[in-house]
């Protein structure tokens, strides 16, 4: 038997370990990722393609996956992806990045590939802050958080990244935290079954740059606090506002046919015949 | 299979509009994914896209903005298609970061810019040749492009498919810079039969494993694969050694990365380069053009002939890389060289860096309304200069 984690063959040996800090949770989502790739029987992962931007987040695939990995600019893996996906539609294309870089810088191509039900599982790794740059403030950051660009409290209010996906038209939604392991990995399960818009919030900590300066200096502390807020959706009152709960749960689940599938009408209808 | 390819190549006589020429001309090159957003003056190229790429059984996906159009076009590409977006210049200013990401990544691509007038929004409906250095330094960062200057729907037509054919040599972004008057302009187009029509495809790697981002020499082109081919490709727009792995601070990884994709054009120039010349051999004048004016020059050359004038006139369908060599030879033969061009002066610093004391150049210059450099305007000019 071999002594080796399950996960090492899917991930490029020589470039570990990973420059992640100590306390990131980016080592728990790509292993959440892979561990569903396992449960549903893939041996290694030939058939995807990853997209990331910019961002610690868009490390995880960039360079450890063993596959083919299109690490782009800041904010447009999605933008990227699409094209990627509608020339190799056979192609099972995620997109793996954070949330400074899908839906801050972004987000306008986050609510359009999610309209369009464009064939992408989206992991948004969210950690409340641009990391890799020092800890600025960012589009998922709470109010009145101390940040190094708010100095004096954010004044500024987060997105409700789920809600604003599945009203933008998304197939699947779903938001857990690096607490909700098994959770997160059936959801990773059920997305990958899908096709269309699929969209996958990770409320992950960021120990370094952002956990310090809310009083929450390990890995550790985040999580307990993430543990703690996490409300599941069906238990959620409308009083409770995402910035005094993190609501966890799949927001969405519907089958409405993918561009992909659209697009092929379309050629199928003009030509007469499939391409 | 016959009428497959009818469909793909149109061959025979039409009357088309420029940007209809331009669509045309990228399929028969193979083009088969189009990402774009809708803008003055090039919105006929994306809608005519959207009509023949289903028959031919390509993508057309209209994309929230024109970053998210050349992303998806860099995204099809590695995908394995030629792919193209066409664009005016406030958009070819918000793709300029990822025109960057294709020349680091080495990524076949043609971006059309039918330029109007700026800065800004300017005046949308209105030709300009504004774009001339945007297109060769829009982006951050050493690197080279390529851009042609095509002036007539003929060339709309031929120089697409010549700007695949490049992108798909040299793994480059190329840019075709036309301008409102080019293509909208309807003129006779002539369309080859498909086996007149030379085209070339990426060169695709011989084994597994093979380095897709360098061991080729200094001006080499690496082969490339599409993603999903069991190469376990590492793409990204950071400095990246020739297997694709980020090498972020060593300066030897960078220079050599760098300078190759710098000097697989540079070394390349004399292949790549395509100029027109009429009369350089004995003039009394010269004339360097490009695009929609270069047509203005035609009819100077005549005009200035009933005048007892030679002029030695040098057409750019090449502007970048610069074609120095007939520029300067150019320079050799005369004593004064005009630029005429639809903006304040901006080919006039390349012509003015080449020529140095060989020649005195001068510019003429017309911005606004979209209005034209006229033919009288170009030898009234000449006359002022030469005295007669």
Known sequence: ?275 | MSERKNKEVLSGVHFWQGDIACAEGAIAAGCRFFAGYPITPASEIAEHMAKRLPEVGGIYVQMEDEIASISAVIGASWGGLKAMTATSGPGFSLMQENIGYACMTETPCVIVDVQRVGPSTGQATKAAQGDVMQARWGTHGDHEVIVLSPNSPQEMFDLTIKAFNLAEIYRVPVIVLSDEIVGHMWEKVRVPSPEEIEVYNRRKPSYIGEPIFGGVGEVGVPPMPRIGDGFNLLITGSTHNEYGYRKTVDPEVHRRLVTRIVNKIRKNADKIIDVETQDIEDADIGVISYGCTSRSVYDAVILAEEKGIKIGHVRLRTIWPFPEKVVRELAERVDFILVPEMNLGQLIYEVERVVGCEAHVKAISKIGGGEMITPEEILSEIRKLLGR
């Not at chain 1, 690490?71 to 699409?82: L, M, V, Y």
């Not at chain 1, 996906?85 to 999610?114: C, F, M, Q, T, Y």
């Not at chain 1, 989206?122 to 740059?133: D, H, K, Q, S």
Request: proline fraction near 4%; hydrophobic fraction near 40%; include cysteine.
């Open chain 1, 1 to 275: 038997m071999s002594s080796k984690h399950f996960a090492l063959k899917f991930l490029r040996e020589e470039t570990l370990p990973t420059a992640f800090c100590p306390g990131c949770g980016n080592g728990i989502v790509m292993n959440c990722f892979l561990k569903a790739i396992e449960e549903l029987g893939f041996h290694d992962l030939s058939g995807f393609a990853f997209v990331s931007g910019i961002g610690c987040a868009a490390w995880c695939v960039s360079p450890y996956f063993k596959a083919d990995s299109l690490h782009t600019t800041h904010g447009r893996p999605i933008a990227f992806a699409s094209g990627l996906k509608l020339a190799r539609p056979e192609l099972n294309v995620i997109v793996i990045s954070g949330d400074g870089d899908i839906a801050g810088i972004g987000g306008n191509h986050l609510i359009h590939a999610a309209r369009r039900n464009m064939d992408l599982l989206v992991i948004c790794i969210n950690n409340f802050n641009y990391g890799m740059t020092g800890g600025q403030v960012g589009p998922t950051t709470l109010h009145g958080v101390i940040t190094t660009t708010t100095p004096y409290g954010n004044p500024e209010y987060p997105f409700d990244l789920a809600r604003l996906v599945e009203s933008a038209g998304a197939n699947f939604v779903a938001r857990w935290t690096t607490v909700h392991v098994r959770p997160l990995i059936n959801s990773i399960k059920k997305a990958l079954k899908k096709e269309g818009f699929r969209f996958i919030e990770v409320v992950s900590q960021c120990p370094t740059s952002f956990g310090r300066r809310i009083g929450k200096r390990t890995g550790r502390d985040l999580m307990k606090w993430f543990k703690e807020r996490s409300i599941h959706i069906s238990k959620v009152r409308d009083t409770q506002r995402v910035e005094d709960v993190i609501v966890v749960g799949e927001f969405v689940d519907r089958d409405r046919p993918g561009f992909v599938h659209k697009i092929r009408e379309i050629i199928f209808k003009v030509r007469g015949e499939n391409v």
